[in-house]
């Protein structure tokens, strides 16, 4: 069953080790982390934004098929559903619906209002036992028609609303979204050192992790990120091993276009790419 992303990330923190989220976008997503995880043994989080709650076909359809694929596939390591980028209405329609944890992205709103709403929601997530992240300074890079440049979070701010009762809170450290830019001057490890001078035992987030160097990723980790969101990379691997199959002619041989089939080596290539990322962050045997 579900469980809130608590104790796994304060365990991480703990453990100097990351919990990965994999964002998911439809069952061969779910199906390939879910698996990934369970052979790797490691706690994993499934992170849905609202872009894909609603391709999906809603919040509650998402529920039912992640319940139904821990029941039916055996899953027994701890699996977080998770919203990303959640706007309070979003996060109230997922607490609603039955996920185990939600983000309120307040960052774009005055640091008063953002302390309002997370305040709010914080109370409803503790009452119900969900886990809430919370966001301050902008990511860069576009996620769902959100754009940011990769600001850096003033780290007095993320104290005021580590304080309030989140989880886990992700701080713009210079973290892009999706591809980084060439010009990219990389994380700011100054400013996560003093995020996490302030907020103690907080596990942070970095959001954005494709496309950072390793030696970048496991710094962070050791500065205290504890949770690390991974999609457009896994993005990358399904639609590269498509292709090829495709530019094979496969599709064409007898029944190669059978979804089943066609969808195989994309569904394989998600699988080793969740593997290489848990290998990286530490979270095998974790569980």
Not at 133 to 141: P, Q, W, Y
Not at 161 to 168: E, K, P
Request: charged share 25%; aromatic share 6%; glycine share 12%.
């Amino acid at each position: 069953m579900l469980v809130s992303a608590k104790e796994m990330l304060n365990k991480a923190k703990a453990g100097k080790y990351a919990v990965g989220q994999f964002n998911i976008n439809n069952l061969e997503w779910t199906k390939a982390v879910l698996l990934t995880a369970q052979e790797n043994n490691s706690p994993v989080i499934l992170g849905v934004s609202e872009g894909a709650g609603k391709y999906m076909g809603g919040y509650k359809t998402i529920v039912g098929m992640v319940n139904g694929l821990l029941e039916e596939l055996n899953i027994t390591v701890p699996v977080a559903l998770h919203l990303d980028h959640g706007s309070y209405d979003g996060a109230m329609a997922c607490i609603n619906a039955g996920f185990s944890s939600v983000m309120f992205d307040g960052s774009h709103y005055a640091i008063d209002e953002n302390i309002a709403k997370t305040t709010e929601l914080v109370k409803i997530c503790e009452e119900k036992g969900l886990s809430i992240e919370a966001e301050v300074g902008s990511i860069g890079g576009e996620e769902d028609g959100v754009v940011g440049k990769g600001e850096c979070a003033d780290p007095q701010e993320c104290k005021s609303i580590a304080d309030l009762g989140v989880t886990m809170l992700a701080a713009g450290i210079g973290n892009i979204h999706g591809k980084y830019p060439e010009n990219w001057e990389g994380l700011s490890f100054e400013t996560l050192d003093a995020i996490q001078q302030l907020t103690g035992d907080m596990p942070l987030v970095l959001h954005g992790g494709t496309g950072i160097p390793e030696d970048m990723i496991k710094k962070a980790i050791s500065l205290g990120v504890a949770k690390i969101n991974v999609n457009t990379e896994c993005q990358l691997a399904f639609a590269d091993a498509t292709r090829k199959y495709i530019e094979a002619g496969k599709d064409l041989e007898g029944k190669g276009f059978d979804p089943r089939k066609l969808l195989a080596p994309g569904f394989e290539a998600i699988k080793a790419t969740v593997k290489e990322k848990m290998e990286l962050f530490g979270s095998v045997n974790k569980a």
